[in-house]
């Protein structure tokens, strides 16, 4: 059938149908090279530590453990129960200190502070450091991701 | 000898370039002196080539050696100290020349019409700078290299959509760990050159293609602005001002050579006290002093956007300004001058 006029010449239509598989055959290569660029995450799904370690902690004292490759904190509470951190700062990712003398948490990157448990008190960190679940199984002290 | 010039000339056909270059005239006014600043961020390109290749014959990137081979390359290598010292501070040169480059020609208009093309790819070869600084800063692989990195590659999950996303493919995953080492080293010594190499190309070709801008003011006083031959007068005083900045170079990778800080511990806190390379103390001053909520928002992602705003804004310049070359342009020239302060401000806060 041959229509009276058309929006396409053949041309432009050729054009585009080549152009816009020419895009398609790039993406479908490009694609795998995203995906790859990114390697999965390492974070751990739980971690677990001899209770014998942390046992003997007076209230209010901290102490370190490893959470996955980032550094974690461990605090004793006055029930004599933990609250466990990621000890790494909200505002940019670096990793902080306690100062056991303050009872505070201190990211020497930026001046951000938290309070012992974790709250952000001070400086540009915008929330909380991050709390993990922590429980105690037989003689192993088991530390999970917050459900 | 003549008869190899010739062979050569018939095969490559190189009288175009040198025939071009004998007959290119340099404009001569009180601003001449900016011309200065692009040939000498050349030269200490060249200077980075050559010494960066120096260093990669002995630098090992990996987690458990990059710390170690950098301290063997200070401590054993015969004048190690000194190729890595040169190697910093030329960085630090290329720099300064790079700021000082585009401020000038930000003064004098030179973007406008028809040299946007040549601003945009100056821009992007801005960030080629910082980026090398950024991942180069990461190579000794020490506590304060380590913070650094965390910090900036950070910096853009605060954005909207895609930033988690490129926080994820710097880093290598969701945190920095010896593929972020991997991957920096890559991009320092191959990515980057490689990118870096080609806007140059364009760069340099459409400078000689549009030829040196003259400042309008100049114009404006009516006579024909004097001229000096590119070869031999400007080459001689180029090579003049290149001899000062090398003795300048060489003074301060004597007597300031970087020193190394302890092996980057993944597990330690942040070290005391930590700053970054001079030319991001602004950013970094801007953000320890912003506020972690403004106006119900997160602070930190209402810094980032402020900045990304800004260097959109600084990359297409020649199409916010683009109006005629013969305006004057204060506003610009008042912003050029505001940006300057902010940033040499911020540093001074940053360092009390």
């Known amino acids: ?3 009276p006029y058309s929006l396409f010449s053949r041309r432009a239509f050729l054009n585009s149908l080549i152009g816009g598989w020419l895009a398609a055959l790039g993406a479908a290569f ?11 995450t390492r974070e751990p799904d739980q971690v677990s530590t001899p209770l014998a370690d942390f046992e003997n902690m007076a209230p209010h004292t901290v102490k370190g453990f490893a959470w996955g490759n ?3 904190f461990l605090k004793k509470t006055d029930d004599g129960g933990f609250i466990a951190f990621v000890g790494v700062c909200t505002h940019l990712d670096c990793n902080v200190s306690f100062v056991a003398e303050q009872r505070r948490f201190y990211c020497a990157c930026h001046e951000g502070w938290y309070d012992e448990n974790g709250l952000n008190v001070a400086g540009p960190p915008p929330a909380p450091l ?3 679940a922590v429980s105690v199984e037989g003689d192993a002290l088991i530390i999970k991701k917050q459900a | 000898m003549n008869v190899l010039r010739a062979w050569i000339e018939d095969r490559l056909g190189l009288s ?9 005239d340099v404009p001569r006014h009180k601003h001449t002196f900016l011309y200065y600043t692009g040939s000498s961020i050349l030269l200490f390109l060249v200077i980075q080539i050559v010494t960066g290749v120096l260093l990669g014959f002995y630098y090992q990137p990996t987690l458990a050696e990059a710390n170690a081979s950098v301290v063997r390359i200070m401590t054993e290598m015969p004048l190690g100290w000194l190729v890595r010292s040169v190697h910093s501070w030329s960085a630090t040169f290329m720099i300064a020349l790079v700021f000082a480059h585009l401020l000038g020609i930000a003064f004098t208009k030179a973007y406008r019409k028809p040299r946007e093309a040549t601003w945009v790819t100056g821009v992007l070869l801005l960030g080629a700078s910082l980026a090398f600084g950024f991942t180069g800063y990461l190579l000794p692989w020490d506590e304060l290299s380590l913070a650094a990195t965390k910090v900036g590659t950070d910096l853009p999950k605060a954005l909207p959509v895609v930033g988690p996303w490129l926080t994820q493919v710097m880093r290598a995953g969701g945190d920095v760990t010896g593929d972020t080492l991997s991957r920096f080293f890559i991009f320092h010594v191959s990515v980057l050159p490689l990118a870096a190499m080609a806007f140059i190309g364009v760069h340099l070709f459409l400078v000689q ?7 309008h003011e100049e114009e404006r006083k009516g006579v024909n602005v ?14 003049g001002v290149w001899l000062v900045l090398l003795g300048l170079l060489t003074t301060s990778a004597v007597l300031a050579a970087p020193g190394i800080g302890p092996q980057a511990d993944l597990m330690a806190p942040a070290p005391q006290g930590i700053k970054p390379e001079w030319y991001f103390l602004f950013m970094f001053q801007t953000l320890k002093v912003f506020p972690a909520r403004v106006l119900g928002l997160n602070g930190e992602m209402f810094a980032v956007l402020i900045m990304m705003a800004g ?3 600084l990359l297409l310049l020649p199409f916010i300004d683009n109006r005629p070359f013969e305006r004057k342009g204060k506003v610009i020239t008042a912003l050029a001058w505001t940006g300057l302060a902010y940033a040499i401000g911020m540093s001074i806060w940053s360092l009390l």
Do not use: D, Q
């Open chain 2, 311 to 313: 260097m959109a804004a």
């Open chain 1, 130 to 132: 991050r709390r993990l």
């Open chain 1, 70 to 72: 980032k550094p974690g």
């Open chain 1, 30 to 40: 490009i694609s795998p090279l995203v995906k790859y660029i990114v390697p999965p």
């Open chain 2, 209 to 215: 293609r549009h030829g040196m801008s003259v400042p």
């Open chain 2, 226 to 239: 004097p001229v000096l031959p590119f070869w031999p007068n400007f080459a001689f005083r180029e090579a």
């Open chain 2, 16 to 24: 175009a370039v040198t025939g071009f270059l004998a007959k290119k």
């Open chain 1, 1 to 3: 059938m041959k229509l």
